[in-house]
């Protein structure tokens, strides 16, 4: 069975610009949670997304946005990027909703804002 | 609210040497505790979790926890590491909203 996979692996923008990171869960897997990871923050909690609805959300500002498909696959957006959104962001997904849930993680994808 | 706390930001230790890495906790409601590894260039993969019964929980791959309420500590051990064992560990509860709260991580680093 195939893993979480994040598309694209590595992302270079500028600030200002708008970013759109994508993540396929493992086959069956209805939830999708995203995290943001940097040095100083460590992991963060982004949201949550089962069966198309964002279920559960951490505290970043609007800017940062999310959506969930049909398939279970999901995005996430960054508008108005700002230097301090450099991070390795996470994908997991789960069998079920909830953090009680075991969560597989991808490979993530790492933004670079210049 | 929930949350943890990894002291150590690197551990360094000799192979075959035994380890702790620290997690403490704090949480009003009932606690769900985890730890992941995360490997160099890799996702986090979940290491084992308490969420209630026995206090002392175990990996496949010779890492234990022992939940200690009375000390809210989460502490993962392991008596004998191995090269392949450097990585990075972060202990994570579950919050009321039922999401999970990382701690910062410590960097475990085996030396040959």
């Known amino acids: 069975k195939a893993g979480v996979t994040q598309t694209p692996r590595y992302l270079i923008k500028t600030r200002g610009q708008q970013v759109t990171l994508s993540c396929s869960p493992i086959?069956?897997?209805?939830?999708v949670s995203w995290y943001q990871q940097t040095p100083g923050q460590g992991l963060q909690f982004l949201f949550e997304?089962?069966?198309?609805?964002?279920?559960n959300k951490g505290n970043f500002p609007g800017r940062f946005s999310g959506r969930q498909f049909s398939n279970s696959r999901s995005e996430m957006n960054v508008s108005t990027l700002e230097l301090g959104d450099s991070a390795l962001y996470l994908c997991?997904?789960?069998?079920?909703?909830?953090?009680?849930?075991?969560?597989?993680f991808g490979p993530g994808t790492r933004l670079t804002v210049l | 609210a929930q949350s943890v706390t990894q002291l150590d930001s690197q551990v360094p230790v000799f192979e075959e040497a035994p380890v702790e890495l620290r997690c403490n906790y704090s949480?009003?409601?009932?606690?769900?505790l985890f730890w992941y590894v995360q490997y160099p260039n890799q996702g986090l993969q979940l290491l084992l979790k308490?969420?209630?019964?026995?206090?002392l929980v175990e990996s496949i791959n010779g890492f234990e926890a022992e939940f200690n309420k009375s000390q809210t500590s989460f502490h993962l051990r392991k008596p004998s590491v191995h090269i392949s064992d450097t990585a990075e560990y972060f202990c994570?509860?579950?919050?009321?909203?039922?999401?999970?709260?990382f701690g910062t991580g410590t960097r475990l680093t085996v030396i040959p």
């Open positions: 308490y969420l209630s019964g026995s206090t």
């Open positions: 997991a997904s789960s069998l079920l909703a909830g953090g009680d849930n075991e969560q597989f």
């Open positions: 994570a509860v579950l919050t009321g909203a039922n999401n999970l709260f």
């Open positions: 949480s009003s409601v009932s606690v769900y």
């Open positions: 086959s069956g897997h209805r939830s």
């Open positions: 997304y089962f069966s198309e609805t964002q279920r």
